[in-house]
C-alpha cells in the first residue's frame, strides 16, 4: 500500500484540473452544471431510446409544456421545441443564470 501525506489525507484522489469540459444542455446550449439530467428526447414510453445532456430546470421546462405525443413528434429537432413560445421565452430568461441554477417551474397547462 502506498504512503499517504500526513497533511492531505485526500491527496491520492485525481484533482479538479483532470475534470472534462462541461458538455451543453441540449436545449438552452450552456454549459451543464454539477447536476446533469440525461433526457430522453423521444420519451421512453413512445420507444426513445437516445439521451441528451440537460440541466434539471430545462427538462422539468419541457415537461411542463409538452405531453409525451407531442415530445415524440418533435424527435430531436431542438428548434422545433423552441419554436414554442413559452420555451423560447424560458431559454432567453435562463441564458444569463449560473449552470447550476435551479427554480420553481410553473406547472402544465391542462
Known amino acids: 500500500m502506498a ?3 500526513k497533511h492531505d ?3 491520492h484522489l485525481p484533482q479538479a484540473e483532470d475534470a472534462p469540459p ?3 444542455c441540449w436545449l438552452c446550449g450552456r454549459p451543464t452544471g454539477k447536476t446533469i439530467v440525461w433526457h430522453h ?3 421512453k ?3 426513445g431510446r437516445d439521451v441528451v445532456p440537460m440541466h434539471p430546470i430545462c427538462q422539468q421546462t419541457l415537461v411542463a409544456n409538452f405531453t409525451n405525443s407531442e415530445l415524440q413528434r418533435y424527435g430531436m429537432d431542438v428548434t422545433g421545441l423552441l419554436n414554442n413560445p ?3 421565452k424560458f431559454v432567453d430568461w435562463v441564458a444569463k443564470k449560473d449552470p447550476d441554477f435551479t427554480a420553481t417551474i410553473t406547472k ?3
Request: proline content about 24%.
Open 41 to 43: 428526447p423521444v420519451p
Open 22 to 24: 462541461p458538455v451543453p
Open 9 to 11: 489525507p485526500y491527496d
Open 3 to 5: 504512503r499517504r501525506s
Open 45 to 47: 414510453s413512445r420507444g
Open 86 to 88: 413559452n420555451v423560447r
Open 108 to 110: 402544465k397547462q391542462r
